[in-house]
């Protein structure tokens, strides 16, 4: 039954992928393109919808094991720090206006940002050589308050027009996205992704307890650090492709949990395929609704995910109490 579901899930999902290509902001024939159709859909729907399905990818899969890693089911890849870091200096470079890398220097300075409150959380959550998830949470929460406090008070006195693009890239604007981000995107994220793949029997382990996963013949610590470094990786990266996107990593684990149940060998990788079809959904709705005025994805995946989320918590055993 459960290749079944899994079949069905996955079959949804491509099918999502493809009519989010076709569909907005104005409908298009595959069958019946002409040159300029061609062209539109080649340089500006084609690299947008990648980027959307690579973001909800690392989304999806991030917030399976994080959730795995800290024990938590309200967990969330943002919570350790790493979108306020890379919002915080993405904010930075389009106030300063120096743009050395050209359109790539945001998605750049946003993985800088992202990788530096990466290292930051990972050393406030080592002591005596181990990387302990409690101390990872609280280093998380407390780095996450701090770059956004600063982060406002460069808005509240910053009079730039920059300000207004980065308030808009931090609740999660696609509009940038082009053929120049696909390719170091699909680097970090596809690494991230395989060490957390490779690593999913490991986390079952970590679930059950220390000691069982000892005894099962894991380096506790070592593999820790490993889905740390999965998640750090894919996070960053989904960061600095397109801003902040909520709710994903979040919703996706537990919804595939419901269906498919816990194992995460076969939940972080359904997971990351929810995670990048509702993040086309989320990009398909915000082009259409206002149209032409563009909604953030960060924004409809609020709008929808929050009380899907809160039916979950009603409805079902979210918290396993």
């Not at 999965?230 to 492709?241: D, K, P």
């Not at 994903?248 to 990351?272: E, K, T, W, Y």
Request: hydrophobic share 55%; with cysteine; aromatic share 10%.
């Amino acid at each position: 039954m459960s290749k079944v579901k899994i079949s069905i899930l996955v079959l949804s999902c491509l099918c999502i992928f493809f009519f989010s290509l076709f569909l907005t902001p104005s409908v298009m024939n595959p069958f019946t393109l002409n040159t300029l159709d061609r062209d539109i859909l080649v340089s500006i729907r084609l690299p947008r919808l990648l980027v959307a399905a690579l973001m909800g990818i690392a989304l999806g899969a991030s917030g399976a094991v994080l959730q795995g890693l800290l024990k938590n089911p309200l967990a969330d890849p943002y919570i350790l720090g790493i979108s306020s870091g890379a919002s915080l200096s993405a904010a930075m470079g389009l106030v300063s206006g120096i743009y050395l890398f050209g359109q790539f220097s945001i998605p750049f300075t946003a993985f800088a940002g992202a990788a530096v409150a990466s290292l930051m959380v990972g050393a406030f959550g080592w002591k005596g050589g181990r990387l302990l998830p409690e101390r990872l949470l609280l280093a998380g929460v407390g780095m996450s308050f701090l770059f956004y406090a600063v982060l406002m008070l460069l808005i509240s006195i910053s009079t730039h027009e920059g300000m207004r693009r980065a308030v808009l890239w931090i609740f999660g604007d696609l509009s940038m996205a082009d053929w120049s981000l696909i390719p170091w995107g699909v680097l970090f994220i596809v690494a991230g992704l395989g060490i957390s793949l490779s690593r999913a029997r490991a986390l079952n382990a970590l679930m059950l307890g220390d000691e069982l996963a000892h005894s099962l013949g894991f380096s506790v610590h070592r593999e820790r650090l490993l889905l740390f470094t999965s998640i750090a990786l894919m996070t960053s990266a989904s960061v600095s492709l397109g801003g902040t996107i909520g709710f994903i990593g979040l919703l996706m684990p537990h919804i595939v949990r419901f269906m498919l149940g816990s194992d995460n060998r076969i939940l972080i990788p359904v997971s990351a395929l929810c995670g990048g079809a509702f993040l086309c959904i989320a990009d398909t709705v915000g082009k259409s609704v206002l149209s032409p005025v563009e909604i953030p994805s960060g924004i409809v995946t609020a709008i929808i995910g929050s009380p899907y989320f809160l039916y979950l918590l009603r409805k079902k055993d979210v918290l396993g109490q």
